[in-house]
């Protein structure tokens, strides 16, 4: 928690905490522990600082007896910034809640007790993802992240059924009845846009990070686009039923906003505001609280996205950190213990990175070119995070316990 956490929401959360207590404590008393009043983290304190401070080893193995694997950050990244969550996720599985109000954490407690302690009829995964004309992002995601998500399961022959969402059918309209209506899947992964404002738009808040559906004629569209065009948070129905879903946003913003461009050239000055300050997406936050049943957990990227997440340029596809991400879900395994692949491509791409700057090579326009490209897909591998308890698994038919 921050460390001035409203009480009420730690009492709001109490059902969850005290249900992953007593897991925890089956196994160990030291593996659940709670950073409150002086434990709690710190304005400003980075990932090494708050673990020196709590006598953890700063880098290397995980020590569940010191601190436990699955943490759970509860606040928003005004206080306890996205760079500490992308630090600590190196190492740990990490997870973050925030919501505007108090009674949205005890309807996320709610969810996942009852999905852990019931059963819930949700099975497989959809693949849902947009192609538009013209449009070379969504032709790329399409092709090769969505195609090849699907050629990689299919060919596991995983107990888990797969549906595939045509491009040409996968637009606002089905994508309501993947989200709450009645063909939610257990997993669902997106791949296409997600809607961006400037800071000074007032829809920012509540549409930044919406999913662009193929109702979008694209780039051809010359006028601004209408909510008609995109899922956000308010199209989620009062009577939407999200229990046991886990969902998958490959899309700019669909897990939250940084408050500056972390993309922006260096040594050109300061990076653009984003936004006044930074907000975890309200769809997603809306889907993790519905009051009727919210989902498990939402697995999304902060700031813009890149295709170089899933394709190497002249060395083609790479979508290996998403298959195996999604497999190690369809088979039981939490979600956080399932983002380790994404954690790893993150610490490789930055070693790489760092290697590049030290060498003496010789100035040109290749070498800019390497080290821009580093640095980009760098950022970007850090910028996934899960929304949610860690902890939490998929409800398909396999059932791995980690």
């Not at 759970?72 to 996205?82: E, K, Q, S, T, W």
């Not at 090769?144 to 107990?159: D, K, M, N, V």
């Not at 491009?167 to 063909?183: T, V, W």
């Not at 050109?268 to 009727?292: I, T």
């Amino acid at each position: 928690f921050p460390h001035d956490i409203d009480p009420a929401i730690r009492e709001a959360l109490a059902p969850l905490l005290a249900h992953r207590q007593a897991q925890a404590s089956a196994v160990s008393d030291r593996r659940y522990r709670e950073f409150l009043g002086p434990d709690a983290h710190r304005p400003g304190e980075r990932k090494q600082a708050f673990l020196a401070r709590h006598g953890v080893a700063r880098s290397g193995p995980v020590d569940p007896d010191r601190l436990p694997y699955y943490l759970l950050i509860v606040g928003d990244p005004a206080r306890v910034p996205f760079e500490f969550q992308a630090q600590l996720d190196v190492q740990y599985a990490v997870g973050r809640l925030h919501f505007d109000r108090v009674e949205d954490y005890a309807h996320y407690a709610r969810s996942v007790v009852h999905a852990e302690t019931t059963h819930i009829s949700r099975s497989g995964l959809t693949l849902f993802g947009t192609r538009h004309p013209g449009d070379r992002a969504s032709e790329l995601s399409s092709e090769h992240l969505i195609g090849g998500l699907h050629a990689a399961i299919a060919r596991t022959r995983a107990r888990c059924p797969l549906a595939l969402v045509p491009a040409a059918e996968a637009n606002k309209a089905r994508l309501a009845r993947l989200l709450g209506g009645p063909d939610t899947p257990a997993l669902l992964f997106t791949a296409g846009h997600g809607v961006g404002f400037p800071a000074d738009d007032p829809r920012q808040r509540d549409h930044q990070g919406a999913l662009l559906c193929q109702d979008w004629p694209g780039p051809a569209w010359s006028r601004p686009i209408p909510q008609d065009f995109y899922f956000a948070g308010d199209d989620l129905p009062h009577d939407a039923d999200l229990r046991g879903l886990v969902a998958f946003f490959f899309a700019c913003f669909g897990g939250g906003t940084p408050q500056r461009d972390g993309f922006h050239p260096r040594g050109q000055g300061p990076p653009p505001l984003l936004a006044a300050e930074p907000f975890v997406a309200r769809l997603a936050s809306q889907l993790l609280a519905h009051p009727r049943g919210g989902a498990l957990a939402v697995v999304a990227h902060v700031d813009r996205s890149w295709a170089s997440a899933f394709h190497g340029g002249r060395s083609g596809p790479e979508v290996e950190v998403f298959t195996s991400a999604i497999k190690r879900m369809i088979d039981g395994h939490p979600v956080g213990y399932a983002m380790e692949y994404f954690g790893s491509r993150h610490a490789e791409l930055s070693a790489d990175l760092a290697l590049a700057l030290g060498e003496d090579s010789e100035p040109g326009l290749a070498r800019d070119r390497e080290l821009a490209d580093l640095w980009t897909t760098s950022s970007d591998a850090r910028n996934y995070l899960v929304l949610g308890d860690p902890a939490v698994r998929a409800s398909t038919n396999n059932a791995a316990r980690a």
